[in-house]
Protein backbone atom coordinates (compact mmCIF):
# COMPACT_ATOMS: atom_id res chain seq x y z
CA UNK A 1 0.00 0.00 0.00
CA UNK A 2 1.61 3.65 -0.78
CA UNK A 3 -0.41 7.06 -1.16
CA UNK A 4 -0.84 7.61 -5.03
CA UNK A 5 1.47 11.55 -6.09
CA UNK A 6 -0.03 12.47 -9.28
CA UNK A 7 2.50 12.58 -12.36
CA UNK A 8 0.92 16.18 -12.88
CA UNK A 9 0.96 17.09 -8.79
CA UNK A 10 -2.18 18.95 -9.83
CA UNK A 11 -4.75 18.99 -13.10
CA UNK A 12 -3.89 21.44 -15.02
CA UNK A 13 -5.07 22.50 -18.66
CA UNK A 14 -3.00 23.81 -21.75
CA UNK A 15 -2.50 27.31 -20.64
CA UNK A 16 -1.73 26.51 -16.80
CA UNK A 17 -4.81 27.32 -15.53
CA UNK A 18 -6.48 24.34 -13.00
CA UNK A 19 -9.10 22.29 -14.41
CA UNK A 20 -11.86 21.96 -11.87
CA UNK A 21 -13.64 18.87 -11.64
CA UNK A 22 -11.19 16.68 -13.28
CA UNK A 23 -11.12 13.41 -13.02
CA UNK A 24 -8.39 10.51 -12.48
CA UNK A 25 -9.15 7.19 -14.17
CA UNK A 26 -7.11 3.97 -11.86
CA UNK A 27 -7.24 0.70 -13.94
CA UNK A 28 -4.71 -2.38 -13.88
CA UNK A 29 -1.66 -1.85 -15.76
CA UNK A 30 -1.89 -1.93 -19.96
CA UNK A 31 -5.90 -2.82 -19.55
CA UNK A 32 -8.75 -0.89 -19.38
CA UNK A 33 -10.30 -3.11 -16.06
CA UNK A 34 -10.58 -0.56 -13.47
CA UNK A 35 -8.95 -1.11 -10.26
CA UNK A 36 -10.00 0.14 -6.86
CA UNK A 37 -7.64 2.88 -5.23
CA UNK A 38 -8.30 3.69 -1.44
CA UNK A 39 -9.28 6.87 1.06
CA UNK A 40 -7.36 5.24 4.11
CA UNK A 41 -4.04 3.55 4.83
CA UNK A 42 -5.53 0.60 6.00
CA UNK A 43 -6.84 0.27 2.13
CA UNK A 44 -10.59 -0.37 3.93
CA UNK A 45 -12.35 2.09 2.33
CA UNK A 46 -12.46 2.64 -1.56
CA UNK A 47 -12.08 6.17 -3.61
CA UNK A 48 -15.04 6.45 -6.11
CA UNK A 49 -13.23 5.71 -10.08
CA UNK A 50 -12.56 8.40 -10.95
CA UNK A 51 -11.42 10.49 -8.55
CA UNK A 52 -12.70 13.57 -9.04
CA UNK A 53 -10.56 17.02 -8.18
CA UNK A 54 -11.73 19.86 -6.34
CA UNK A 55 -12.33 23.42 -8.41
CA UNK A 56 -8.81 24.43 -7.97
CA UNK A 57 -7.89 20.57 -9.93
CA UNK A 58 -6.51 19.00 -6.68
CA UNK A 59 -7.55 15.41 -5.77
CA UNK A 60 -7.68 14.01 -2.24
CA UNK A 61 -5.55 11.36 -0.73
CA UNK A 62 -5.42 8.45 -2.84
CA UNK A 63 -3.83 5.28 -1.37
CA UNK A 64 -2.56 2.50 -3.61
CA UNK A 65 -2.35 -1.25 -3.09
CA UNK A 66 0.98 -3.05 -3.92
CA UNK A 67 1.24 -3.60 -7.39
CA UNK A 68 0.81 -1.33 -11.04
CA UNK A 69 -1.74 1.05 -12.60
CA UNK A 70 -2.92 2.67 -15.39
CA UNK A 71 -3.86 6.09 -14.76
CA UNK A 72 -5.68 8.11 -16.84
CA UNK A 73 -6.29 12.04 -16.71
CA UNK A 74 -9.52 13.77 -18.02
CA UNK A 75 -10.88 16.86 -17.62
CA UNK A 76 -14.71 16.88 -16.36
CA UNK A 77 -16.25 16.62 -20.08
CA UNK A 78 -14.15 13.53 -20.08
CA UNK A 79 -11.64 14.92 -22.49
CA UNK A 80 -8.29 13.00 -22.12
CA UNK A 81 -5.13 15.00 -21.02
CA UNK A 82 -2.76 12.19 -20.23
CA UNK A 83 -2.46 8.73 -19.56
CA UNK A 84 0.24 6.91 -17.56
CA UNK A 85 0.95 3.63 -17.57
CA UNK A 86 2.38 1.31 -14.79
CA UNK A 87 2.28 3.22 -12.16
CA UNK A 88 3.93 1.31 -8.73
CA UNK A 89 1.97 1.39 -6.15
CA UNK A 90 5.20 -0.62 -3.79
CA UNK A 91 7.43 2.66 -5.48
CA UNK A 92 7.37 3.93 -1.99
CA UNK A 93 7.16 0.61 0.19
CA UNK A 94 5.66 -2.50 -0.12
CA UNK A 95 3.38 -4.09 2.37
CA UNK A 96 5.11 -3.77 5.55
CA UNK A 97 7.01 -0.62 5.42
CA UNK A 98 5.18 2.87 4.20
CA UNK A 99 6.08 6.57 4.88
CA UNK A 100 3.04 6.27 6.90
CA UNK A 101 4.09 3.55 8.73
CA UNK A 102 7.32 5.04 9.95
CA UNK A 103 6.62 4.30 13.64
CA UNK A 104 6.70 0.66 13.18
CA UNK A 105 11.19 0.91 12.14
CA UNK A 106 12.89 -0.33 15.29
CA UNK A 107 15.16 2.56 16.12
CA UNK A 108 18.89 1.85 14.76
CA UNK A 109 17.28 -0.36 11.69
CA UNK A 110 17.79 0.45 8.50
CA UNK A 111 15.41 0.57 4.78
CA UNK A 112 17.57 -0.97 1.92
CA UNK A 113 16.71 -2.48 -0.90
CA UNK A 114 15.02 -6.26 -0.58
CA UNK A 115 13.92 -8.59 -2.96
CA UNK A 116 11.66 -7.76 -6.70
CA UNK A 117 13.07 -4.17 -5.63
CA UNK A 118 11.16 -3.73 -2.72
CA UNK A 119 12.32 -1.68 0.19
CA UNK A 120 12.45 -3.85 3.02
CA UNK A 121 13.70 -3.39 6.65
CA UNK A 122 17.12 -4.21 7.88
CA UNK A 123 18.09 -4.82 11.99
CA UNK A 124 20.87 -2.90 13.67
CA UNK A 125 24.24 -4.60 13.40
CA UNK A 126 26.04 -5.20 16.55
CA UNK A 127 28.95 -3.13 18.26
CA UNK A 128 32.00 -3.00 15.93
CA UNK A 129 30.06 -5.01 12.59
CA UNK A 130 29.86 -2.78 9.42
CA UNK A 131 27.17 -3.01 6.73
CA UNK A 132 28.60 -4.80 3.66
CA UNK A 133 27.11 -5.02 -0.08
CA UNK A 134 26.48 -8.52 -1.20
CA UNK A 135 25.82 -7.50 -4.88
CA UNK A 136 22.60 -6.64 -7.09
CA UNK A 137 21.19 -10.00 -5.88
CA UNK A 138 21.03 -9.95 -2.64
CA UNK A 139 19.96 -7.49 0.59
CA UNK A 140 23.23 -6.39 1.88
CA UNK A 141 24.14 -7.72 5.94
CA UNK A 142 26.31 -6.68 8.80
CA UNK A 143 29.41 -7.87 9.24
CA UNK A 144 32.28 -8.22 11.37
CA UNK A 145 35.54 -6.53 10.42
CA UNK A 146 38.59 -8.87 11.22
CA UNK A 147 41.41 -8.43 13.00
CA UNK A 148 44.26 -7.05 11.45
CA UNK A 149 46.97 -9.27 10.55
CA UNK A 150 49.40 -10.15 13.95
CA UNK A 151 46.69 -8.35 16.09
CA UNK A 152 46.96 -9.51 19.51
CA UNK A 153 45.38 -8.51 22.82
CA UNK A 154 45.72 -10.41 26.63
CA UNK A 155 46.46 -14.27 26.33
CA UNK A 156 49.23 -13.68 29.53
CA UNK A 157 50.95 -16.46 30.71
CA UNK A 158 51.55 -17.32 33.59
CA UNK A 159 52.35 -20.06 36.67
CA UNK A 160 49.61 -21.69 38.14
CA UNK A 161 50.27 -21.25 42.23
CA UNK A 162 48.06 -24.33 43.19
CA UNK A 163 50.65 -26.87 40.73
CA UNK A 164 53.58 -24.47 39.65
CA UNK A 165 55.46 -27.25 38.59
CA UNK A 166 52.97 -28.43 35.89
CA UNK A 167 50.02 -25.90 35.16
CA UNK A 168 49.61 -22.73 33.71
CA UNK A 169 46.80 -19.70 33.38
CA UNK A 170 46.12 -17.89 30.60
CA UNK A 171 44.16 -14.88 30.63
CA UNK A 172 41.37 -14.21 28.11
CA UNK A 173 42.42 -12.82 24.95
CA UNK A 174 41.59 -11.31 21.14
CA UNK A 175 43.81 -12.09 18.22
CA UNK A 176 43.82 -12.91 14.62
CA UNK A 177 45.41 -16.63 13.83
CA UNK A 178 49.07 -17.34 12.38
CA UNK A 179 47.39 -17.18 8.58
CA UNK A 180 45.15 -14.15 8.85
CA UNK A 181 41.75 -16.65 8.16
CA UNK A 182 40.18 -16.09 11.48
CA UNK A 183 39.76 -14.17 14.75
CA UNK A 184 40.65 -15.88 18.03
CA UNK A 185 38.21 -14.71 21.08
CA UNK A 186 39.41 -17.08 24.05
CA UNK A 187 38.32 -16.86 27.42
CA UNK A 188 40.67 -17.30 30.50
CA UNK A 189 41.83 -21.15 31.29
CA UNK A 190 43.84 -23.31 33.53
CA UNK A 191 46.05 -26.12 31.49
CA UNK A 192 48.31 -28.73 32.61
CA UNK A 193 51.37 -29.66 31.07
CA UNK A 194 51.95 -33.03 32.21
CA UNK A 195 48.09 -34.31 30.92
CA UNK A 196 47.57 -34.78 27.17
CA UNK A 197 45.35 -32.87 26.02
CA UNK A 198 41.51 -32.36 25.97
CA UNK A 199 39.00 -29.44 25.80
CA UNK A 200 38.51 -27.08 28.44
CA UNK A 201 39.79 -25.88 31.92
CA UNK A 202 41.70 -27.50 34.31
CA UNK A 203 42.52 -30.11 31.86
CA UNK A 204 44.88 -31.68 29.89
CA UNK A 205 47.30 -29.24 27.63
CA UNK A 206 49.76 -31.62 25.72
CA UNK A 207 49.22 -32.22 22.57
CA UNK A 208 50.96 -35.45 22.16
CA UNK A 209 53.52 -37.72 24.01
CA UNK A 210 54.30 -37.05 27.64
CA UNK A 211 56.02 -34.07 29.93
CA UNK A 212 60.05 -34.26 29.18
CA UNK A 213 62.76 -32.56 31.13
CA UNK A 214 64.94 -29.66 30.03
CA UNK A 215 62.21 -29.45 27.08
CA UNK A 216 60.59 -26.17 25.32
CA UNK A 217 57.32 -26.44 24.60
CA UNK A 218 54.92 -23.51 22.76
CA UNK A 219 51.78 -22.65 24.77
CA UNK A 220 48.98 -22.01 21.94
CA UNK A 221 45.68 -20.63 21.25
CA UNK A 222 43.46 -23.06 18.84
CA UNK A 223 40.50 -22.55 17.30
CA UNK A 224 37.83 -24.90 16.77
CA UNK A 225 36.76 -25.87 12.88
CA UNK A 226 33.40 -26.79 13.85
CA UNK A 227 32.31 -23.48 16.13
CA UNK A 228 35.05 -21.58 16.44
CA UNK A 229 35.44 -22.20 20.27
CA UNK A 230 39.09 -21.89 21.58
CA UNK A 231 41.33 -23.80 23.96
CA UNK A 232 45.27 -24.06 24.36
CA UNK A 233 47.53 -26.42 24.61
CA UNK A 234 51.88 -26.87 24.48
CA UNK A 235 53.80 -28.40 21.93
CA UNK A 236 57.31 -29.07 21.13
CA UNK A 237 56.81 -27.65 17.94
CA UNK A 238 57.01 -23.98 17.21
CA UNK A 239 54.33 -24.58 14.27
CA UNK A 240 51.85 -26.88 16.30
CA UNK A 241 52.50 -29.77 14.29
CA UNK A 242 50.68 -31.67 16.82
CA UNK A 243 47.28 -29.85 16.91
CA UNK A 244 44.80 -31.69 18.15
CA UNK A 245 42.24 -33.28 14.85
CA UNK A 246 39.45 -30.73 14.71
CA UNK A 247 41.39 -27.61 14.99
CA UNK A 248 43.07 -26.31 12.36
CA UNK A 249 44.07 -22.44 12.63
CA UNK A 250 45.81 -21.77 15.96
CA UNK A 251 48.40 -18.45 17.62
CA UNK A 252 51.74 -19.34 19.39
CA UNK A 253 51.21 -17.35 22.87
CA UNK A 254 53.87 -17.80 24.64
CA UNK A 255 56.31 -21.07 25.90
CA UNK A 256 58.16 -22.61 29.21
CA UNK A 257 60.49 -24.72 30.03
CA UNK A 258 60.81 -27.65 32.14
CA UNK A 259 64.18 -28.29 34.44
CA UNK A 260 65.86 -31.52 35.06
CA UNK A 261 62.83 -33.03 36.66
CA UNK A 262 60.23 -32.61 33.97
CA UNK A 263 58.63 -29.65 36.24
CA UNK A 264 58.01 -26.10 35.05
CA UNK A 265 61.10 -23.64 35.19
CA UNK A 266 60.09 -20.33 37.03
CA UNK A 267 59.67 -18.56 33.75
CA UNK A 268 56.93 -17.84 31.61
CA UNK A 269 57.27 -16.42 28.03
CA UNK A 270 60.13 -13.72 27.53
CA UNK A 271 60.99 -13.18 31.29
CA UNK A 272 62.97 -15.79 33.16
CA UNK A 273 63.69 -16.16 36.97
CA UNK A 274 65.35 -19.29 38.22
CA UNK A 275 65.18 -20.75 41.30
CA UNK A 276 67.90 -19.92 44.34
CA UNK A 277 71.06 -21.89 43.64
CA UNK A 278 73.95 -22.96 45.45
CA UNK A 279 77.51 -21.28 44.90
CA UNK A 280 80.68 -23.48 44.30
CA UNK A 281 83.74 -22.60 43.40
CA UNK A 282 85.05 -23.06 40.37
CA UNK A 283 81.65 -24.53 39.21
CA UNK A 284 79.20 -24.17 36.08
CA UNK A 285 75.68 -23.50 36.40
CA UNK A 286 73.79 -23.88 33.24
CA UNK A 287 69.89 -22.91 33.56
CA UNK A 288 67.73 -23.32 30.58
CA UNK A 289 65.77 -20.39 30.16
CA UNK A 290 63.08 -20.64 27.59
CA UNK A 291 63.02 -17.53 26.20
CA UNK A 292 62.28 -16.36 22.55
CA UNK A 293 65.82 -15.53 21.56
CA UNK A 294 69.35 -15.59 23.10
CA UNK A 295 69.02 -12.90 25.97
CA UNK A 296 71.86 -9.92 25.48
CA UNK A 297 74.44 -9.77 28.62
CA UNK A 298 72.97 -6.30 29.29
CA UNK A 299 69.51 -8.06 29.91
CA UNK A 300 70.92 -10.22 32.43
CA UNK A 301 71.07 -9.80 36.01
CA UNK A 302 73.23 -12.24 38.64
CA UNK A 303 71.89 -11.52 42.06
CA UNK A 304 73.40 -12.70 45.56
CA UNK A 305 71.03 -13.53 47.99
CA UNK A 306 71.68 -13.90 51.41
CA UNK A 307 70.65 -17.55 53.61
CA UNK A 308 72.40 -17.02 56.26
CA UNK A 309 73.02 -13.22 58.21
CA UNK A 310 76.56 -11.85 56.77
CA UNK A 311 77.89 -8.14 57.01
CA UNK A 312 75.09 -6.70 57.85
CA UNK A 313 72.68 -8.51 55.13
CA UNK A 314 69.57 -10.27 56.25
CA UNK A 315 67.79 -13.93 55.27
CA UNK A 316 66.93 -13.23 51.55
CA UNK A 317 68.13 -9.71 51.45
CA UNK A 318 69.71 -9.04 47.77
CA UNK A 319 72.20 -7.46 46.20
CA UNK A 320 74.08 -7.51 42.59
CA UNK A 321 76.66 -9.99 42.15
CA UNK A 322 79.57 -7.75 40.99
CA UNK A 323 83.46 -8.60 39.83
CA UNK A 324 85.72 -6.96 42.58
CA UNK A 325 89.16 -6.53 42.36
CA UNK A 326 90.74 -8.27 45.54
CA UNK A 327 89.10 -10.25 48.33
CA UNK A 328 88.24 -8.40 51.10
CA UNK A 329 91.81 -7.30 52.72
CA UNK A 330 93.01 -11.55 52.57
CA UNK A 331 94.63 -10.56 49.34
CA UNK A 332 94.88 -9.43 45.66
CA UNK A 333 92.96 -11.85 43.55
CA UNK A 334 89.94 -10.86 42.23
CA UNK A 335 86.14 -12.60 42.21
CA UNK A 336 83.28 -12.88 41.12
CA UNK A 337 81.81 -14.71 37.93
CA UNK A 338 81.95 -15.38 34.25
CA UNK A 339 78.04 -15.04 32.75
CA UNK A 340 76.83 -15.85 28.99
CA UNK A 341 74.08 -17.39 27.28
CA UNK A 342 73.26 -18.97 23.92
CA UNK A 343 69.32 -19.22 22.64
CA UNK A 344 68.99 -22.70 25.12
CA UNK A 345 70.77 -21.77 28.42
CA UNK A 346 72.32 -18.90 30.45
CA UNK A 347 75.77 -20.15 31.88
CA UNK A 348 77.56 -18.78 35.42
CA UNK A 349 81.46 -20.14 35.56
CA UNK A 350 82.20 -19.15 39.27
CA UNK A 351 85.67 -17.91 39.75
CA UNK A 352 88.17 -20.58 40.86
CA UNK A 353 88.29 -18.71 44.58
CA UNK A 354 87.53 -20.28 48.11
CA UNK A 355 84.88 -17.75 48.03
CA UNK A 356 83.63 -16.49 44.92
CA UNK A 357 82.25 -12.94 45.98
CA UNK A 358 82.70 -10.29 47.80
CA UNK A 359 79.97 -7.56 49.11
CA UNK A 360 79.84 -4.32 50.92
CA UNK A 361 78.69 -4.07 54.32
CA UNK A 362 75.34 -3.55 53.69
CA UNK A 363 76.12 -0.93 57.03
CA UNK A 364 79.66 0.22 56.82
CA UNK A 365 80.01 -0.06 53.17
CA UNK A 366 83.40 -1.84 53.75
CA UNK A 367 84.36 -4.10 51.03
CA UNK A 368 84.59 -8.04 52.68
CA UNK A 369 84.04 -11.95 51.51
CA UNK A 370 80.91 -13.45 51.13
CA UNK A 371 80.91 -16.91 52.31
CA UNK A 372 80.18 -19.21 49.44
CA UNK A 373 77.55 -21.28 52.25
CA UNK A 374 75.60 -18.27 53.10
CA UNK A 375 74.87 -17.12 49.60
CA UNK A 376 72.97 -17.99 47.00
CA UNK A 377 72.74 -16.44 43.29
CA UNK A 378 69.51 -15.97 41.29
CA UNK A 379 69.63 -15.16 38.02
CA UNK A 380 67.20 -12.94 36.02
CA UNK A 381 66.86 -12.45 32.27
CA UNK A 382 64.45 -10.78 30.03
CA UNK A 383 64.21 -10.27 26.14
CA UNK A 384 62.70 -6.20 26.09
CA UNK A 385 59.67 -6.12 24.19
Not at 346 to 370: C, E, H, P, S, W
Amino acid sequence: MAIFQSPRVRALDSAGDPLSGAKLYFYQAGTSTPEDTYTDAALSVAHANPVVADSEGKFATIYLQSLNYKVVLKDSSDTTIWTQDNVDGRAVADGSITLAKMADLTQGSLIVGGASDRPTELAYGQDGYVLTTKGASAEPEWTKLPYPPGYRSGFTVSINATDPDHDVDITAGYARDSTDTVDIVGSAMTKQLDATWVAGNNAGGLFSGTVAPNTRYYKFAIVKDSDNSVDYGFDTSSTAASIPSGYTYYLKIDQVMTDGSGNLINSVGDVFESDLQSITSAGLLTLAHGLSETPQLSDITVALVCQTTEHNWAVNDETVAAITPGDGGTGSSSKGSALYADSTNIYLRFGNVTNVYNVYDKTTGTLQQATNANWNVKIYARIPS
